[in-house]
């Protein structure tokens, strides 16, 4: 029986990682494997490394090294950004790749390498060696046999350090040419060897912050994330920390199992610990440390085993071994992408303040295509709030921001936080009426006060501008209260129109905003246009977040409007009150809070307190305290309308059960008549404060800051 042949290999890119990882790595299967080949466009530095090495063969171009030399397998070792051109081009030319991490810039590119793969090969693998040695390869076996009972939580923690100095070198911490941060660049091996164990994943929710370093991307993240098998695990993805460490540990019904190390483990850094019920089960505990049977045969698995630790050299068997027998290589096609779809869901979570589910990013999403997902002040191009234009932390009470000219979304920050998203173009069901929002608003603190699209009524959008009835278009969405109709008087009418954004101007044009808030003020125009497309009501809005508290842990949300009747004929605002429902009288300027604020704490003048005392009632303001899930806490919302709003002092719709509601009334009990060529100018204030307020803090606070 003849010896098989031997595999023809070619590096491409000779940077550090090429000279740490994978010549160790070739060098260790030199019984089978020839290097013949090395690709760079630095012909010094080429040189130099191919006369170090040994290298026969020395190339500036990789398609005049792959038309000459027809390598077997190449290693693509380049900066982030040039893995998919070579890896397709490698592919395109009939050999297999092994591309470093990360694999690709988005699912975007990851997807066109792998479109072009063929079946039996070529394939292109992808450099995660953590899931290659002894104890990742058992654990991940003893999880899929459940021989240490259910996966119910792990922590996976990569808490590296990258000084300033690190990211001197022009690619790095840049979204063009890195892709991402920690996320996407340390901490990603990390969460592919998390999902070598606890398999798919089914949500993602994340924050993520540019705290210190001056980068483009994050410089840490952390996330919550659920798998399939209903495990929870929480990420951290850091550069900031001086004590490197990374970690993993995953709670079984039967033991907790942890790997301490840094940059690769060996055998020596795994822990098993028995839950109390298995402590006397020693045959059971000492069979969960057996070297694990290889799944690539002896010569994998003789590389996997010993005391070397995760690297290179672990997984290069493997690659090596399905290039023989003209299988898929592990971690290639679905595995890979598995890894990288959870990067890019962490990124969408953390960026827009929402959870991501597993296949919900496809060609449609701006995140499928760039993990910034051209959120303002992530994107390039725009400042990132809260920050100088070096990427410096502010340490001061400003409020910056953002807006990106191609997008949908404004964005305040504070200190590298965000407060506030308003999403001037929303993308939403006719049903629901198109109009603008905000969502999120949030505390100082990182608390979410407003709630998206709840169940029980999907046009409820955070904070909006509404009018449930106005000479009998609905400008809010959902059904229409119907006098005398039966199943609760609400009907599904072909009168729902939108509130479109027609463009932005300068602050202040059109009114008299507090000054110095030219950094986080904005202004714009807007068409409230019928279901019939007839223009009814030309509006010019402006929004300021003024009076930021560090100290006292609140900001103040500004929002002024002017609303101008085009229609030519008089114009009516009305409410489910007005039209005989009882104690229904919203319409306006509507706040819907989170799911966990029911039952909240209302109070009003005169030191009023509860939903009763408040509802239907006027006051010169209302304040809705509610309490935190996820988080320790109470928040507080102030609304204080200007006393010269027309009317005066508004009635009040509120509700604290069997959700969180605020709304001062334009057309409570009566109706609002907006004459032809007639405007309605109005003003308010939203106090976002972190803590419980009472009375006296709620008093000593409008006396400080009176309209």
């Not at 997984?315 to 090596?320: G, I, S, T, W």
């Not at 049903?431 to 709630?451: M, Q």
């Not at 007839?534 to 842990?553: H, L, T």
Request: negative net charge.
């Amino acid at each position: 029986m003849s010896a098989p042949r031997r595999i023809r290999a070619a590096i491409v890119g000779t940077g550090g990682i090429a000279e740490i990882g994978h010549l160790p790595a070739l060098r260790s299967q030199a019984h089978r494997v020839d290097l013949v080949a090395a690709v760079d466009v630095d012909p010094e530095r080429l040189e130099a490394f191919a006369r170090k090495h040994e290298i026969p063969n020395a190339y500036t171009a990789l398609d005049a090294m792959l038309a000459r030399e027809h390598p077997d397998l190449v290693l693509v070792c380049t900066p982030p950004a040039a893995h998919a051109d070579a890896v397709v081009r490698v592919l395109e030319a009939g050999s297999w790749a092994l591309v470093e991490k990360p694999p690709a810039l988005s699912l975007a590119e990851f997807d066109r390498i792998a479109r072009a793969e063929r079946d039996g090969g070529p394939y292109a693998g992808v450099v995660f060696q953590h899931r290659f040695r002894a104890g990742g390869l058992r654990l991940a076996r003893q999880a899929a046999a459940g021989e240490l009972g259910r996966p119910l939580v792990a922590q996976c923690d990569t808490s590296w350090f990258r000084g300033h100095g690190y990211y001197e070198v022009p690619w790095r911490g840049k979204w063009a040419t890195e892709g991402g941060g920690p996320t996407m660049g340390h901490g990603i091996h990390q969460m592919d060897l998390l999902l070598a164990v606890l398999g798919e994943w089914a949500e993602v929710r994340a924050m993520a912050g540019r705290l210190d370093r001056r980068v483009e991307t994050e410089d840490v993240s952390l996330a919550l994330v659920r798998f399939a098998s209903g495990a929870l695990a929480t990420v951290v993805n850091s550069v900031l920390s001086p004590r490197e460490e990374s970690r993993l540990r995953f709670d079984f019904t039967d033991a907790t199992v942890e790997l301490r190390h840094l940059y690769g483990y060996s055998d020596a850094d795994w822990r098993y610990t028995p839950a109390p019920h298995v402590a006397d089960d020693l045959e059971r505990i000492a069979s969960w440390t057996k070297d694990p049977d290889s799944a690539a045969g002896s010569t994998a698995g003789s590389a996997a085993g010993g005391d070397a630790v995760s690297s290179h050299t672990s997984q290069l068997p493997y690659v090596l071994g399905a290039f023989e027998r003209g299988e898929r290589p592990p971690v290639s096609g679905p595995a890979g992408r598995r890894t990288m779809e959870l990067v890019t869901a962490l990124y969408k979570a953390a960026f827009t303040g929402e959870p991501v589910l597993c296949g919900q990013i496809g060609p449609d999403d701006p995140f499928y295509h760039r993990l910034h997902g051209d959120v303002p002040g992530w994107a390039p191009g725009t400042v990132t709030a809260g920050q100088d234009p070096d990427g410096r932390a502010q340490t001061g009470t400003r409020a910056d921001l953002t807006r990106n000219d191609a997008g949908s979304v404004l964005s305040v920050s504070v200190g590298g936080a965000e407060i506030l998203r308003y999403h001037y173009r929303p993308s939403v069901r006719a049903f629901e009426c198109p109009s603008p929002y905000f969502h999120p608003l949030r505390t100082l603190g990182g608390g979410t006060v407003t709630c998206h699209r709840p169940s029980d009524h999907r046009w409820h959008k955070g904070l909006a501008m509404t009018a449930s009835h106005l000479s009998g278009q609905n400008f809010w969405g959902g059904g229409t209260y119907v006098r005398g109709a039966p199943g609760g008087g609400y009907v599904d009418l072909p009168n729902v129109g939108r509130i479109e954004h027609r463009g932005f101007t300068e602050p202040g044009a059109f009114t008299e905003p507090s000054a110095s808030l030219a950094h986080s003020a904005f202004a714009e125009e807007l068409d409230w246009i019928t279901a019939h497309d007839e223009p009814w009501i030309r509006e010019r809005r402006s929004v300021a977040v003024r009076d930021v508290d560090p100290d006292g842990g609140s900001w103040t949300l500004e929002f002024a409007t002017e609303l101008a009747n085009v229609r030519g004929a008089s114009l009516e605002f009305g409410s489910p009150t007005v039209f005989g429902r009882e104690l229904a009288g919203y319409c306006g300027f509507f706040w819907r809070g989170p799911r966990e604020f029911a039952g909240g704490v209302v109070r009003t003048a005169a030191e009023r307190v509860g939903q009763r005392a408040a509802m239907g009632h006027s006051s010169p303001w209302l304040a809705f305290t509610g309490q935190f899930d996820e988080r320790d806490g109470h928040a507080t919302l102030l609304f204080v309308p200007d006393p010269d709003n027309p009317g005066g002092e508004p009635y009040w719709f509120v509700r604290s059960e069997p959700f969180a509601a605020v709304n001062p009334s334009l057309a409570f009990y009566a109706p609002r008549e907006l004459a032809a060529g007639e405007t309605l100018r109005l003003r308010y204030r939203l106090v976002v404060a972190d803590g419980d307020w009472d009375h006296e803090r709620i008093e000593a606070h409008l006396a400080e800051h009176s309209w």
